[in-house]
């Protein structure tokens, strides 16, 4: 089915515009004389392969669910929440999407149906918290708790983006600092002592070697990295938890996601199987999706919840301990409170942390790089001078 836009007129002789999705031409023209509408026009919709690409960010996916919360909270329907929505919203993307939410909600559709419309803009847990809500009627608390969800994890993103920034921007300056000085600086001391007669001594040309040989593994391994990452996808999602010093931090990344979702989903009266589908569904790194797959298929065989999840090396022992102690009470959605808000101070002390002793390490690094290449540079000059004053 395709997707049309259409322009017609109602019997008061004023133009009508909108927009009918999966619906050939003669339902459209069906469904106009039903609503008393002339058409007067009507052309097929192609998205860019641009747009089709684009999804919300966390931000927008926040600003789109606590709006909705409000709107709703306030008794106004679904249909004209979106339409002043629409109006509201300031990124031209999202105030797109949702003035399309919003034709399609009008026609009939469900929000959640509309959602799967629009070719995966929504976050795929959106969506399945959107169909849950729909089915429970609790729309106003389900848009409440994803609000609070996707607030959470932008909040930690950009604490993660704080965190990285300086060391980022260090090292991109210094970079391009010490390539200057190999370049341009080290060669013009060594003409103009081999000009002047000079000999380059031997700990010069070892630390001139070093530094290319350097330079070209550093290369290669950068290189390697990225052709790993874009053409094996599936050993690339796995390999990011094994680097040294970062991958435990993405681990970590990933386990807080686990528990806010799963909070979520058994709050609002899932049951444990159908929250484990939702979050599979959502997760995006293979990797990760096939652990809990794995999980998955041994709870279905009768297997403990603290037990499976224990077997498949994602959660700290503290996590597991935890959720032990919430299955055994019959109380696992306290639990869960009490795991995400340990982790998530836990994550956020980390990362403070992290930036206290990177950002030392890096200048006394960098300071010695430099100086190691000046002072391979000046040795020869002083070698001269001391063999003139001689």
């Given at each position: ?16 515009k ?118 429970s ?22 604490k ?7 060391p ?80 435990k ?7 807080i ?46 297997s ?42 836990e ?44």
């Amino acid at each position: 089915m395709k997707k049309y836009s259409y322009k017609a007129l109602d019997i008061d002789r004023k133009i009508i515009k909108g927009v009918y999705n999966n619906i050939s031409v003669e339902e459209m023209v069906r469904d106009l004389n039903k609503r008393k509408l002339f058409l007067l026009e009507c052309k097929e919709v192609r998205e860019e392969r641009i747009g089709l690409k684009r999804k919300l960010n966390l931000k927008e996916t926040f600003l789109f669910c606590q709006q909705s919360y409000y709107l709703i909270k306030s008794g106004i329907s679904v249909p004209e929440s979106l339409r002043l929505l629409s109006a509201r919203f300031k990124e031209q993307f999202l105030k797109k999407k949702t003035w399309q939410l919003f034709q399609l909600v009008s026609q009939g559709e469900s929000l959640y149906s509309a959602m799967e419309s629009l070719n995966g803009i929504y976050p795929s847990f959106m969506m399945c918290m959107i169909k849950i809500a729909e089915e429970s009627g609790n729309l106003e608390g389900i848009f409440y708790k994803l609000a609070r969800h996707y607030y959470y994890l932008e909040e930690l993103k950009n604490k993660i983006k704080k965190s990285l920034t300086y060391p980022i921007i260090t090292l991109t300056v210094s970079s391009i600092a010490i390539i200057l000085l190999r370049i341009k600086a080290i060669p013009t001391f060594i003409n103009m002592i081999v000009e002047m007669g000079g000999v380059v001594p031997k700990s010069t040309k070892i630390l001139i070697f070093l530094f290319d040989k350097g330079i070209m593994f550093m290369a290669m391994v950068i290189m390697s990295v990225l052709l790993c990452f874009k053409f094996n996808k599936s050993y690339s999602q796995k390999i990011k938890f094994k680097i040294p010093f970062i991958g435990k931090y993405i681990l970590r990344w990933e386990e807080i996601k686990f528990v806010k979702s799963l909070s979520i989903l058994l709050s609002s009266g899932t049951n444990i199987v159908t929250a484990l589908n939702t979050i599979i569904e959502s997760t995006d790194n293979g990797y990760i999706k096939d652990k809990y797959t794995a999980a998955l298929d041994k709870i279905k065989r009768g297997s403990g919840i603290y037990k499976t999840l224990e077997c498949i090396d994602i959660f700290q022992s503290f996590t597991i301990s935890m959720l032990s102690i919430g299955e055994t009470s019959g109380d696992m959605e306290e639990a869960l409170n009490n795991i995400e808000i340990i982790l998530e101070q836990e994550f956020k002390y980390k990362l403070n942390k992290i930036s206290e002793i990177i950002e030392p390490a890096l200048i006394v690094f960098i300071s010695i790089f430099i100086g190691s290449i000046i002072i391979a540079a000046l040795i020869p000059v002083i070698n001269m001078t001391s063999s003139m004053k001689l």
